[in-house]
C-alpha cells in the first residue's frame, strides 16, 4: 500500500467494527490493529480530533476527503439531521481498510467542541443562479446557532470556515465563538487559487506547483488576482507570451465563474473545496507553516477577506502583505467596500 508516496507495512491485521457509543444515535467506525509506517510525518503525528459540523455534500465530503489523507486520529461528524449523520458515518466506514485514520464516528455539537480542529460547512446551499451573498443573513443565524450551542469550545480549537459566504461567516464566527481571530478563518480563496494555477499551468506547460500566483479578496464575484506578484520559475507570468493581458482576462473570469458552472451542472460543489479542507487541516497539524489564502479579518480594510497567510499549528501565524498595482489596490478596495455592505445588512453580525 502507498501512503503520500512512501510503503507502508502493516505489521498486523486490521479489523474494522462499529460500536454503539454513549447512546443509540452515536455510532463509531474504527480500525483496531497495530499499524507500523515509514513516512516520518505519520510516526511523529500526534492523536489529533477533527469534528466537520453539517454531513451534507460538502461535509460528508470532507470527512471523506480527512480519512484518505491520513492526517487525524479522529473524525466526528455532525448533523441536525442524525439519521442522515449515521448513514455518512457507516458509508465513511467502509473507506477505513483504505486509510489509516482509525476513528470516525457521529456525535454532537458538545463533542465538536471539543476537537483540536472544527470545520463548519452547514448552511442553506448555493442553488443555481444564485450569488453566494445571498444567503448571508440565514447562514449567519445558523453559524451563530451552532457556535452558541457548542460553548464553551476548547480554547485551543482551530475553526475553519466553509460555509458561504464565507468572508461574512468568517466575521461571524470570530465574533460569536470567543476565540483568538488567527484561530477562527475561512476557506477563503484557496480553492480559487488553485482553479487559477491549474489554468495557468496548463496554458504554459508548467506543473501546477510552480505556479505561484493567489487570488485575493472576496470569495465571490469581487476576488481578484495579483499578477502582478506572479511567477512561475521566477518570471512574471506577464513576461510569458502564452499570457497575454486577453488571456488573463479570460483565465480570471473562469476562476471567477467555475463554481457557477458545476452548480448549474450538478447543483453544489463539493470535490475541491473538501480537499482544500483536507490540505488546510495537514498544514495545521504538521506545523507547516504553509502560505495559504486564507480568509481573515484584515485590519486595513474593516472586513474578512482573503490575503496570503502563514498558517501552523497554531493557526494564522502572519498576514503577509502582498505588492498590488495602482488597479489591483483599487480593485481590492472595492472588494472590502463590497462585503462592508454585505456585512452592514446582516442583523445577526451587526446585533451587540
Request: charged share 20%.
Amino acid at each position: 500500500m502507498l501512503l503520500l508516496g512512501i510503503q507502508a507495512t502493516f505489521t498486523a491485521p486490521t479489523v474494522y467494527r462499529v460500536e454503539k457509543l454513549h447512546n443509540e444515535n452515536n455510532i463509531l467506525c474504527s480500525a483496531v490493529g497495530q499499524k507500523a509506517f515509514n513516512h516520518p510525518e505519520i510516526s511523529q503525528m500526534k492523536h489529533s480530533t477533527i469534528a466537520v459540523i453539517g454531513a451534507g455534500n460538502v461535509g460528508s465530503t470532507t470527512a471523506y476527503a480527512l480519512l484518505l489523507s491520513n492526517v487525524t486520529g479522529e473524525v466526528i461528524l455532525v448533523d441536525i439531521d442524525e439519521e442522515r449523520c449515521k448513514g455518512e458515518v457507516l458509508d465513511l466506514s467502509d473507506a477505513l481498510p483504505f486509510c489509516e485514520a482509525s476513528k470516525v464516528r457521529t456525535g454532537t455539537t458538545k463533542d465538536a467542541a471539543q476537537a483540536d480542529i472544527i470545520v463548519i460547512t452547514a448552511g442553506t446551499p448555493q442553488v443555481p443562479g444564485q450569488a453566494r451573498t445571498e444567503l448571508v443573513e440565514k447562514n449567519a443565524q445558523i453559524v451563530s446557532t451552532i457556535i452558541n450551542q457548542m460553548k464553551p469550545i476548547n480554547p485551543h480549537a482551530i475553526m475553519i470556515i466553509v460555509s458561504n459566504p464565507v468572508d461574512v461567516m468568517t466575521l461571524c464566527a470570530q465574533k460569536f465563538s470567543g476565540l483568538p481571530k488567527d484561530q477562527v478563518f475561512g476557506s477563503g480563496t484557496l480553492l480559487d487559487t488553485q482553479r487559477l494555477r491549474g489554468s495557468v499551468a496548463k496554458l504554459i506547460g508548467f506543473a501546477e506547483q510552480s505556479i505561484h500566483a493567489y487570488i485575493i479578496g472576496e470569495h465571490g464575484d469581487t476576488q481578484l488576482p495579483v499578477w502582478s506578484s506572479a511567477y512561475a520559475g521566477g518570471m512574471p507570468l506577464t513576461r510569458f507570451p502564452q499570457l497575454t493581458s486577453e488571456k488573463l482576462d479570460e483565465i480570471a473570469k473562469w476562476t471567477r465563474k467555475k463554481a457557477y458552472e458545476i452548480i448549474e451542472c450538478k447543483h453544489a460543489t463539493f470535490y475541491g473545496i473538501a480537499t482544500c479542507v483536507a490540505a488546510i487541516c495537514e498544514t495545521i497539524i504538521f506545523d507547516q507553516k504553509r502560505i495559504l489564502p486564507l480568509s481573515t479579518y484584515v485590519e486595513a480594510y474593516d472586513v474578512a477577506f482573503s490575503m496570503p497567510v502563514v498558517l501552523g499549528e497554531h493557526g494564522i501565524e502572519q498576514q503577509l502583505s502582498i505588492p498590488l498595482s495602482s488597479n489591483e489596490k483599487e480593485k481590492l478596495e472595492k472588494s472590502a467596500e463590497h462585503l462592508r455592505e454585505i456585512r452592514a445588512l446582516c442583523p445577526t453580525l451587526n446585533r451587540q
